[in-house]
């Protein structure tokens, strides 16, 4: 038996991974993280997920506790999310927090605590190698966040759970039916948890001081304006405000200048790119030759990895700056980068 702390976030995954664990015998308590001190209507720092996840520890008998961490939230997540979209670039704030909070706060507070593992909802496997433990796809193709867990090595595998990552998602959702989890047949949330659903434009705008600056085409020319770089993301094709007769998508973003570019689809089309931050945390089986994933929900593609450079096999759609690329060994999880400039 190990003592395991469980990371509710208030959703059907983490009820059902609390279940898991204490039906296999282990001696487990509940925590919930109140990250975001501000409003919220989505993601896991809601009043009523809170409340889901407390009463589900209630159903299950086992203690419940909330952590607050909002203003290393704040400091680690939030305000690098708004520096990043000031700078042109399109973050993923729930990396940073997988990163910073779940496997950075919480794991190093449950080793002080004498705990033996942290665990999670997520979807996704930890599988036993001759290097130790290495991150794996979940068993549910279409809901496996093995993207958002790439920074993950053996270290911090070590001493956490996954249990619900051999599960499907209606897997997942019958277990916790035959146990009467008022979460069973609550909806998924899609949204980034500190912005109000469809608010993310007034949140930036509240918090980024506003450029105005042009459109231009990829010739150069000026085809409109915008109100601040914050509005648009690489490859975005609709609210463009421009009417050239033809499909443009964004295919560059120069926040120094509050210029804008849009082009055609095959101006998006790359060969390569460059990476910052790259976490290698296992070797891959034949050198530089992996599948890498470039959107959370994205299918692999082929490539080579050297360094901090990524060269795919046949050219891809651009990336915005500041987006993970995670590198796989088939369904292993090799680690991961973040888009250069």
């Known amino acids: 038996m190990a003592r395991v702390m469980v990371m509710m976030s208030?959703?059907?995954?983490?009820?059902?991974a609390a279940a898991l664990l204490l039906d296999a015998g282990h001696d487990v308590t509940g925590v919930t993280l109140k990250l975001w001190g501000g409003e919220s209507d989505s993601g896991c720092c809601?009043?009523?997920?809170?409340?889901?996840a407390r009463r589900v520890a209630a159903q299950l008998g086992i203690p419940h506790y909330v952590f607050n961490f909002s203003d290393d939230f704040d400091a680690n997540v939030v305000a690098p999310y708004v520096d990043a979209y000031a700078a042109?670039?399109?973050?993923?704030?729930?990396?940073?927090?997988?990163r910073t909070m779940k496997f950075g706060h919480v794991l190093e507070r449950a080793r002080r605590l004498d705990y033996d593992f942290v665990a999670t909802g997520h979807h996704a496997r930890i599988v036993e190698?001759?290097?130790?433990?290495?991150?794996?796809r979940g068993a549910d193709p279409a809901k496996d966040q093995s993207y958002v867990l790439y920074m993950l090595g053996p270290d911090e595998l070590a001493h956490t759970l996954l249990p619900v990552g051999e599960l499907t998602k209606s897997e997942v959702r019958h277990r916790a039916r035959d146990l009467n989890l008022r979460t069973a047949d609550k909806r998924e949330s899609m949204d980034v948890c500190f912005?109000?659903?469809?608010?993310?434009?007034?949140?930036?705008?509240?918090?980024?001081?506003?450029?105005?600056?042009?459109?231009?085409?990829e010739h150069g020319m000026v085809v409109g304006a915008h109100d601040g770089v914050d509005s648009f993301t690489i490859g975005q094709r609709r609210g463009l405000g421009v009417a050239v007769g033809e499909r443009r998508y964004v295919t560059d973003i120069v926040a120094g200048t509050a210029t804008v570019t849009v082009g055609p689809h095959d101006a998006l089309l790359q060969d390569r790119l460059r990476l910052r931050d790259v976490r290698w945390t296992r070797r891959h089986s034949q050198s530089g030759q992996l599948s890498v994933q470039l959107r959370a929900?994205?299918?692999?593609?082929?490539?080579?990895?050297?360094?901090?450079?990524?060269?795919?096999?046949?050219?891809q759609p651009r990336i915005a700056p500041g987006q993970v690329v995670a590198f796989y060994?088939?369904?292993v999880c090799c680690g991961g980068g973040l888009v250069a400039e």
């Open 329 to 331: 060994d088939r369904d």
């Open 88 to 98: 042109g670039e399109t973050p993923n704030p729930c990396v940073e927090c997988n």
């Open 10 to 16: 208030g959703g059907v995954d983490s009820s059902v």
């Open 297 to 315: 929900h994205g299918t692999p593609v082929p490539a080579t990895v050297e360094a901090d450079e990524v060269v795919f096999a046949s050219p």
């Open 46 to 52: 809601s009043v009523s997920d809170v409340e889901d």
């Open 195 to 217: 912005i109000k659903r469809g608010g993310r434009e007034a949140f930036l705008g509240a918090r980024i001081a506003r450029r105005s600056g042009s459109i231009v085409d």
């Open 129 to 136: 190698t001759a290097a130790g433990p290495a991150l794996a």
